[in-house]
């Protein structure tokens, strides 16, 4: 029996030196370190690099109204009710259950083979950490458990995908919206105690978060704060200043501990919602905008706006849907005939028509969403199990997957861009007619939500 084994590990011990001496895919090779040159992203050799993607939304961060879940005030009242109910630990490995599952390593060979080469991944803070004082979940040996988001940078690696890692929730909540984790909660920015500490939280998070990944080339860039404020012009006003400053904290912070990756500036609705580059001296930075409008025009003002800006640096857009008016052909050949990289939102989606809506990439309208208050913890796990897999059966490719991937290549539609999207000439004709079918349900969707959230209260 012990000539067996020795002969069985000596046999595995020559596969292993087998395997290591094979060369490296060109999937798996390291991508080049991004910085910004300019207005444009750029690898080590100088040649520019235009991030065309999307985002893994309802991965870190669950929104209602796409995520297996019901309350349209944000996950905390979820989180907080099962912690209630079953405790800390079990509602923390109750959610990475759902993480294992909502994205595997067949979404991001998905990606990939639509032709795009980034993903941007929505997170929050209780991914990382049990409570909103930084207390970070850390492995046996003590170290901070950064092993969720080590299994996402080594698939974005192995399928030669760059990452962007979107801070998409902070402890004290950046805007007043169930995005963030729970609506009409923003006290990030209060001058107050609390405010200060939420602060302090926050500026440890990213030096910790820059730190473990200094040197990590797959990562294309840190975005620091997902949609700061909002929209709510009156608080915007009154908090701008304490969000311009803690950006800068945020930005030194960062630099002290890992000089060399893009930070992301979020300026999101115009380039003077936040401070350009030459007020606080920073560099190698990008800005990124969400475009939501519901006109072609509106769009097109928009990127003006970016042009028109000034600041000498790269702008990405990094959530858009063509709300109203707009159409999809004239928003990504606009995007494409400027050279700006872009992300869609977002990659899958559960909800009603959500498996023909153009909203995603993968949907399914036949989910079960769970019932936080009363499933057991075995349901709840079932729930979170292997039926919210793509390709788990109940999940289908919509016909926006196939239309975008036109334009991955940095495809402009010139009949789309003259016509301001009256005539789009991108795409299969099947393709351009799902196109308008989907777009039409998706508003009857978007509209229900708005109505149920203005019922709730849940929607400023």
Not at 68 to 87: D, S
Not at 105 to 128: H, K, Q, S, T
Not at 183 to 211: H, N
Not at 263 to 286: F, K, L, Q, R, T
Request: proline share 4%; with cysteine; charged share 20%.
């Amino acid at each position: 029996m012990k000539t067996i084994c020795k002969r069985t590990c000596s046999l595995l011990l020559a596969l292993l030196l087998l395997l290591a001496a094979l060369p490296v895919s060109a999937a798996q090779t390291a991508l080049p370190l991004l910085h910004a040159e300019g207005e444009r992203i750029v690898d080590d050799s100088g040649a520019q690099v235009i991030l065309r993607g999307t985002n893994f939304g309802g991965w870190g961060i669950m929104e209602d109204w796409f995520c297996p879940y019901t309350n349209p005030a944000g996950e905390e009242g979820v989180y907080q009710k099962l912690v209630e109910r079953f405790g800390q630990e079990a509602t923390h490995s109750l959610f990475q259950t759902y993480r294992s599952n909502w994205i595997t390593p067949v979404d991001y060979e998905n990606v990939a083979a639509l032709g795009m080469n980034v993903v941007r991944l929505p997170f929050w803070y209780r991914n990382l950490q049990s409570d909103d004082n930084g207390t970070w979940y850390r492995t046996e040996t003590g170290e901070i458990d950064f092993s969720e988001l080590d299994a996402v940078v080594e698939l974005c690696k192995a399928n030669g995908l760059y990452l962007i890692l979107d801070l998409h929730g902070l402890p004290g909540y950046q805007n007043d919206y169930d995005h963030c984790g729970q609506s009409k909660s923003m006290s990030l920015f209060d001058a107050t105690p609390q405010g200060e500490r939420y602060r302090a939280v926050v500026i440890d998070f990213w030096t910790e978060l820059a730190k473990h990944y200094a040197g990590e080339t797959t990562i294309a860039m840190y975005d620091l704060m997902n949609e700061p404020l909002g929209t709510n012009i009156t608080r915007d006003s009154s908090f701008q200043q304490t969000f311009w400053d803690l950006s800068n904290d945020l930005y030194k912070a960062v630099r002290a501990v890992d000089p060399d990756h893009i930070i992301c500036m979020e300026a999101i609705w115009d380039p003077s919602a936040i401070a350009g580059p030459d007020v606080y001296g920073w560099e190698n930075i990008v800005y990124q905008e969400h475009l939501y409008d519901i006109s072609n025009p509106s769009i097109l003002h928009k990127v003006n706006e970016i042009r028109n800006a000034g600041y000498n640096a790269p702008f990405y857009i990094g959530e858009f849907y063509p709300r109203g008016l707009t159409t999809f052909g004239y928003m990504l050949s606009l995007f494409n005939d400027r050279e700006l990289s872009w992300t869609t939102w977002t990659y899958k989606g559960a909800g009603p028509s959500a498996d023909i809506s153009p909203w995603f990439l993968y949907g399914s309208s036949t989910i079960e969403k769970i019932d936080y208050e009363n499933d057991s913890y075995e349901t709840l796990l079932q729930k979170f199990g292997a039926v919210l897999r793509t390709d788990g059966g109940q999940f289908h490719r919509t016909t926006f997957a196939d239309y975008v991937a036109n334009f991955t290549d940095g495809f402009v539609d010139r009949a789309s861009l003259m016509s301001f999207g009256l005539l789009d000439t991108a795409g299969t004709s099947a393709q351009r007619s799902g196109m308008m079918r989907e777009k039409l349900g998706a508003i009857k969707t978007t509209i229900l939500d708005w109505l149920r959230k203005l019922r709730t209260g849940d929607l400023l």
